[in-house]
């Protein structure tokens, strides 16, 4: 086979952090390279250097035989290689077409953009892929599915020799990840050469020919998929077996509803949804993107309003008009947009750990006792397993895994009675997916009840007592426990059963 991209001996390093330690690696013509690890490991550090956003410290790039060396990511996709990062660079107030040739639009003798032709351009470009969006539509109006297939595009209109994937499928549903890997191996046939990071490691049996495993910042092995299997990559990756993903319950949920939603209806996004949580369960509410899942959550917390509908609480009807309502109740979300919504990336992981619980840390005249806080935030990264060199550190300096467990401490640092968690694994590597279904189990065996929202139907399916699906705004229906398949609940998703249900469980 052909070699089209070498990495020798890169070395990358940041204060506090070896992030590639002598990665070698080595790209075929036509192959499709998986590349995976945990959190941290320096898959998007070395993947970076690659595509022109990082400088090796040391180490040397080869495209095609000779040697390259980028200062910028224009640099990277001038000479041939493509990135397309986990965190989208589209402008949402700029249409279609003005994203997707981005500095490269036709223009005439006087600078002046050729509006007629981007537009036909764009028209045939995304025609070759089966796309049939409006080049005019402002990309603010699309899907997150959408927006994520119209990025992936993008780097493939500048016709790389080398595409890089960084977690592509992370907002995509069932249907748009099936669209992308036709298009993959489409490209793959003409002779287009891919490196594609995932954590969703079933992913790669589908995709990719061969995989790398890398492993605190080095090189750990490179193997033919055909030769390993998903429990092989997972004990490579974490450096040790995990028999048992989604761990075993350790008590019963109790017998009767302890908090109830009834008739909960906001108009254009959900009607009618009426569910009960008992305590100490784990309640799956599944459906497709656009379900309304989402949207139900942000609702019973008073991020978004609602036009009617009862919630009540041990017996009690209580009124959330706001998210400190909510709080004041110990009913808390935790957003599927941690970076976005979540946290506060750009202060240190002490800071995060109180947000939620500040009152609790003062003293007279509402002046705030640092070593209380400090003892506390010590205690929490420690219960939670949170890697950090200091609780002083940027939380935006910490890995995807380690951002979502600090989420994780600061909602259970004011001991919630409900606790709603949205997609709590995207973007997280096996290894700390498996230590945050363990701390799952925990909130749950101490007598909270969980709403888990998320898009893996494994997840729902190795975690979950019960689950709800969703479909067009209204709960299509229930599955129990000893009836959970993914076929069943995808039906239910698609609205080919429970058509006759009103959106409500009793």
Known sequence: MEEVLLAENIYKSFPGVQAVDQVSLRL????????????????????????????????????EGREVSFNSPQDAIQAGISMVFQELSLVSSLSVA??????????????????????????????????HLDPRQPVKQLSMGQQQ??????????????????EPTSSLTESEVAYLFKNLRKLQAEGMSIIYITHKLSEIFQIASRVVV???????????????????????????????????????????????????TRKSSFEGITFGLKRGEILGLAGLVGAGRTEVARAIVGIDPRDSGRITLDGEEIHIARPQDAIARKIVYLTEDRKGQGLF??????????????????????????????????????????????????????SGGNQQ????????GIEPKVVIFDEPTRGVDVGARAEIYQKLREISSQGAGIILI??????????????????????QGEVQR?????????????????????????
């Open 345 to 398: 990336l750009s202060m240190p992981v002490r800071d995060n750990l109180i947000a939620p619980s500040l009152k609790r840390f003062t003293r007279r005249f509402d002046f705030l006792n640092a070593e209380a806080i400090d003892h506390f935030a010590h205690e929490m990264v420690a219960r939670y397993s949170i890697a950090t060199p200091s609780i002083d550190k940027k939380l935006l300096n910490l």
């Open 98 to 131: 003005e994203n997707l040739f981005a500095n490269r639009q036709p223009v005439g003798r006087l600078d002046n953009i050729r509006w007629r032709k981007l537009y036909r351009d764009t028209r045939e470009f995304l025609s070759r892929f089966d796309q």
């Open 214 to 264: 890398m492993r605190d910042g080095r090189y750990i092995t490179d193997r033919k998929v055909s030769e390993v299997s998903e429990s092989d990559l997972v004990a490579t990756m974490v450096g040790r077996q995990i028999t048992n993903l989604y761990g075993e319950r350790s008590r019963p949920a109790h017998a009767e509803d302890y908090f109830r939603v009834e008739n909960l």
């Open 28 to 63: 075929y013509r036509g192959e499709i390279l998986a590349l995976v690890g945990e959190n941290g490991a320096g898959k998007s550090t070395l993947t970076q250097i690659l595509g022109g956003a990082q400088k090796p410290d040391s180490g040397r790039i080869f495209l």
């Open 149 to 166: 297939i119209l990025e992936i595009l993008k780097a493939i209109s500048t016709g790389p020799k080398v595409l890089i994937l960084d």
């Open 405 to 412: 467990k600090c989420m994780i401490a600061m909602w259970m």
């Open 482 to 506: 000893e009836d959970f398949s993914e076929e069943l609940i995808l039906s239910y998703a698609a609205g080919l059963n429970g058509a006759a249900r009103a959106g409500q469980v009793q």
């Open 454 to 475: 998320s898009s893996d139907l494994p997840e729902l399916i190795g975690m979950c007592d019960r689950i709800l699906v969703m479909h067009q705004g209204r709960i």
